[in-house]
């Protein structure tokens, strides 16, 4: 299993790199890259703003979006052709709240991906999460299709592949998915409260 995490992102009503957001004292990014790092083989980033991320070690390929502006179905597109193994798990890179703990119960559905899924997705109090996912690279060529299509929601994917919904809120409170977007969310999320 491969971890990829999505970093390609404008991070426009930010106003600043997301990815570069200190979370428990840490660039947003790292701590991601750490949390992968522990649960999977080998972990890549997508990334249009590789001279950023100096704080990534040297052994983490970086890679471009192949057509950048297409939101993260471009940067799944992307890591489905570079990515060394065929299931990956992909992270947005503004999750603050994600734990190890959490990749480990993902991961662990990995196995039906071999033959009955080609996606599993968390789904958080009935909110779905398709940043934090397990993915089979089979989807490559869905994926480029779509992309052609100028179909770019993630959900164009899911609900073409054979997809599998995992409900997460039996086993986290709060929500270990949300994401950030405003600085404001930022501000909130640093004073402890919940997004």
Known sequence: MEGVILAGGQSSRMGTPKELLTIEGRPLIE????????????????????ERLDMI??????????????GPLGGIATAMRVAGADVLIVVAC????????????????????????????PVWR????PLCALYHRR???????LL??????????IDGA?????????????????????????????KGERL
């Not at 989807?139 to 299709?145: D, E, P, V, Y």
Request: net charge negative; aromatic share 10%.
């Open 148 to 157: 052609s299509d100028g179909r770019r929601r993630m959900f164009d994917l």
């Open 162 to 190: 054979r997809a599998k919904a995992w409900d997460a809120t039996p086993y986290f409170a709060p929500d270990p998915f949300c994401n950030m977007n405003t600085i404001q969310e930022y501000e909130r999320f640093q």
């Open 31 to 50: 701590r991601t890259w750490r949390l992968l790092d522990r649960v999977t083989e080998r972990c890549i980033i997508l990334s249009n703003h590789p």
């Open 94 to 121: 503004d999750m603050p709240a994600l734990t190890e703990e959490v990749l480990i119960r993902l991961c662990s559905h990995a196995p039906m991906l071999e033959t009955e899924y080609d996606i599993i997705y």
């Open 126 to 129: 009935g909110r779905a999460h």
């Open 57 to 70: 070690p040297d052994k983490v390929p970086i890679y471009p979006d192949d057509i950048p502006g297409q």
């Open 139 to 145: 989807l490559s060529r869905m994926a480029a299709a």
